[in-house]
């Protein structure tokens, strides 16, 4: 065989392999973004941590029941936090780090599962998760006790995309994100490997889009060295054309995962600053 024969050849199979894995890559896109199965069981609850709470149940559009906590503050307060959490844990595995921030701002905790998470029912998919985080939101907002207080919504990883959309919908006193991206597609470019693939990637969650509709002031939380979401989609989020008065804080040697850890008190104090102090 000749060399260009050859060459030919080798050029054929990477333009195979790239549509093979790509098509792959596009059929699985709900078990990539909501990876479950990485979260099916609940470790710790809020009496193990010596804290009153109520497990609540949230019904979606289509009759799937959605597991929630809700662990009010000590003493009265008029601050709820709201806490969307990452794609690969559940509401047990992301407790403590709610509770701290929520302890922190003396506020209550509410915390939920995306459906198909531990005990929450259904399959996870982009086509339901900001339906899902509406009926949460109104279930929050019409409870009594809760009615014209201040609603700080809270995001991580996935989560930050729920926080987002809440936002740019209803009516909050701060928005937090952490760790989360400007978008499916900037997501995928920023990433050292999968830009290959950005040509074809659909805005699944378009989270630059409904930033032009969040006015509440919004802190971006990011760690320099995160190799899951590229710190480059902070920079982005701040750099969005959108209304609301944004801050940046990069921690530049976090990773994806430990910010708080890494920072301690100087994490939870710059999130006291922004939405006690301002």
Excluded: Q
């Excluded at 199965?37 to 609940?42: E, K, L, S």
């Excluded at 010596?50 to 008029?78: A, F, I, Q, R």
């Excluded at 339906?131 to 949460?136: A, I, K, S």
């Amino acid at each position: 065989m000749s060399v260009k024969k050859r060459i030919m050849k080798f050029i054929l199979i990477l333009v195979v392999t790239y549509f093979l894995l790509l098509a792959g890559l596009l059929s699985s896109v709900d078990t990539i973004v909501f990876p479950r199965f990485r979260a099916t069981d609940i470790s710790v609850t809020p009496k193990d941590l010596n804290l009153k709470y109520e497990e609540v149940t949230v019904e979606t559009d289509d009759g799937k029941k959605l597991c929630c906590w809700y662990v009010p503050h000590e003493t009265s307060s008029e601050t709820t936090l709201i806490y969307s959490h990452g794609n690969a844990e559940n509401i047990s595995k992301a407790l403590r780090h709610a509770r701290a921030i929520a302890a922190k701002l003396s506020a209550n905790l509410f915390i939920y599962d995306y459906r198909g998470y531990a005990k929450s029912e259904g399959a996870p998919s982009t086509k339901t998760f900001y339906g899902d985080c509406d009926r949460v939101y109104n279930y929050i907002s019409s409870r009594p006790e809760l009615k014209g207080g201040k609603f700080i919504i809270y995001g991580r990883s996935l989560g930050g995309a729920a926080a987002v959309h809440l936002a740019s919908k209803y009516p909050c006193h701060r928005l937090i994100t952490e760790s989360t991206f400007v978008s499916v597609p900037l997501h995928i470019w920023f990433n050292p490997v999968l830009f290959v693939f950005y040509p074809f990637v659909s805005d699944y969650l378009p989270t630059a889009a409904k930033a032009k509709d969040v006015k509440a002031p919004w802190l971006i939380i990011h760690g320099g060295r995160d190799g899951v979401i590229s710190v480059k989609n902070a920079h982005a989020l701040y750099a969005l054309d959108a209304p609301a008065k944004r801050s940046l804080y990069i921690v530049d040697e976090a990773s994806h995962n430990d910010v708080m850890a890494l920072r301690g008190d100087e994490y939870l104090n710059k999130i006291y600053d922004f939405a006690v102090k301002d």
